[in-house]
């Protein structure tokens, strides 16, 4: 008879758990697509293959990208250099990646720490902290722009000729646009995440800095990083006010082949 009681206390405690789970899932997919507004959200992650704290915000990340389906979520991942010298260096890693995080960190009272999201450029996270930046991304998402973005990219040779076009009220600010390779998968070898394969999404390869013109549209032209594949990597661009640091518009757009653009 004991033993038959804690049977079932055991399957009704596991049933209440999955239905716990199913439906705390269930509020965060409702919280994201019950959105009215036509905001949208940029969500840079601050992260490193050489810190222990980092894969879960990384998975977060991931799965926040997933549940936004067509949705103006922009999620970008920067993978920092501070951590190389602690026993393993990140192949993704870019001094100028850090650099951004401690511009960052001169707009907010917060240490330079990982893994960092910054939302929008106005608001800063523990990286893994899904219950507030799930509400931060809701209440942005509901939000309506005074500005808005749109991205276009052709890639020429070993370049890509980008073009844009902001409308609505003018705005100070730069462009900033993101070169991003959408999956990747380490093997670790070395530091605090020794033996474990991670998986890593929306990968900031590379990153530039433009001023926008008088006329809010115009043209530049990157050279393209190494590796560079017009099916596994897209454009993500943003305007960003320089001394704020909050980002007023954002737009993204894959790059056709060129043989496509013919």
């Known amino acids: 008879m004991i033993k038959l009681s804690v049977i079932c206390a055991a399957v009704v405690l596991l049933m ?23 905001g949208f959200a940029v969500l840079e992650l601050f992260t490193s293959e050489g810190c222990s704290s980092c894969p879960p915000a ?12 067509n949705k103006p979520v922009y999620v970008l991942a920067y993978h920092v250099d501070y951590w190389n010298r602690l026993g393993w260096k990140d192949v ?3 001094p100028d990646f850090s650099k951004r995080q401690y511009w960052y960190n001169s707009k907010f009272t917060s240490q330079v720490y990982t893994p960092q999201l910054i939302l929008n450029g106005k608001t800063e996270f523990v990286g893994s902290d899904e219950e507030q930046i799930r509400n931060t991304l809701t209440a942005a998402l509901n939000g309506k722009p005074i500005t808005t973005l749109s991205l276009q990219g052709h890639q020429v040779g070993k370049n890509l ?6 409308e609505g009220q003018p705005v100070q600010g730069k462009l900033i646009v993101a ?22 999404a929306q990968i900031v390869k590379q ?21 560079f594949d017009t099916q596994k990597w897209e454009l993500i661009g943003f305007i960003q006010n320089p001394d704020t640091g909050e980002i007023l518009a954002a737009a993204k757009t894959s790059v056709p082949s060129p043989s496509a653009s013919l």
Not at 58 to 69: S, T
């Open 16 to 38: 209440t758990s999955a239905a716990y789970v199913n439906h705390h899932h269930f509020n965060k997919r409702k919280a994201m697509d019950s959105n009215s507004g036509q």
């Open 207 to 227: 990153f530039s800095t433009f001023s926008l013109s008088p006329e809010r549209k115009g043209s530049e032209t990157v050279v393209l990083p190494a590796g």
């Open 58 to 69: 990384d998975e977060l990340l991931e799965r926040i990208q997933k549940d936004a389906g």
């Open 92 to 94: 993704f890693s870019n």
């Open 179 to 200: 070169m991003v390779q959408k999956h990747a998968v380490s093997i670790i070898k070395a530091g605090e995440n020794k033996g474990r394969t991670l998986t890593h």
């Open 161 to 166: 000729n980008i073009t844009y076009l902001s």
